[in-house]
């Protein structure tokens, strides 16, 4: 375990609500980039009108993609933003609920949204940048420890 205690307050909330038919991990990073927002924690509630999500497989090195090809909720999509090569990195993971009350989750790859997508983005320390960590190829925050 990595323990860092960072001091940083900017106060900078921002709220992104996506229409229908906008493609959520574009749309959210085309505000962070606008914003200049280089590290936060995400949440965000609505729904898709088809989705993808992804399982990294680490013998593959890479996600194995799930098609979500139906209306869902999102019940719950938490993540993070750091920089990456001096640009915001997404990285989201969304549990989505289909109608007959199951659930689907993992990496968020792609998402449709129908009818909204309600995104809350709280600013943290600009200084937890990501890295590739060559033992998985994965994106890492580097900046606690």
Do not use: N
Not at 93 to 98: I, K, P
Request: aromatic share 4%.
């Amino acid at each position: 375990m990595r323990l860092r205690e960072v001091h940083h307050q900017t106060g900078r909330v921002l709220v992104v609500v996506c229409d229908k038919g906008e493609e959520a991990v574009a749309a959210i990073g085309a505000a962070l980039g606008e914003q200049g927002l280089r590290a936060g924690r995400v949440t965000a509630v609505g729904g898709f009108a088809d989705a993808e999500v992804g399982w990294f497989d680490r013998y593959a090195g890479d996600y194995r993609r799930i098609p979500v090809a139906e209306q869902v909720e999102v019940l719950s999509l938490l993540g993070d933003v750091a920089a990456r090569d001096g640009e915001p990195a997404l990285h989201v993971h969304a549990v989505l609920g289909r109608a007959d009350g199951s659930t689907v989750g993992g990496h968020l790859l792609r998402g449709v949204v129908w009818p909204t997508l309600e995104v809350i983005v709280s600013e943290v320390a600009p200084e937890l940048a990501k890295r590739v960590d060559p033992q998985t190829g994965l994106a890492l925050i580097s900046g606690a420890g």
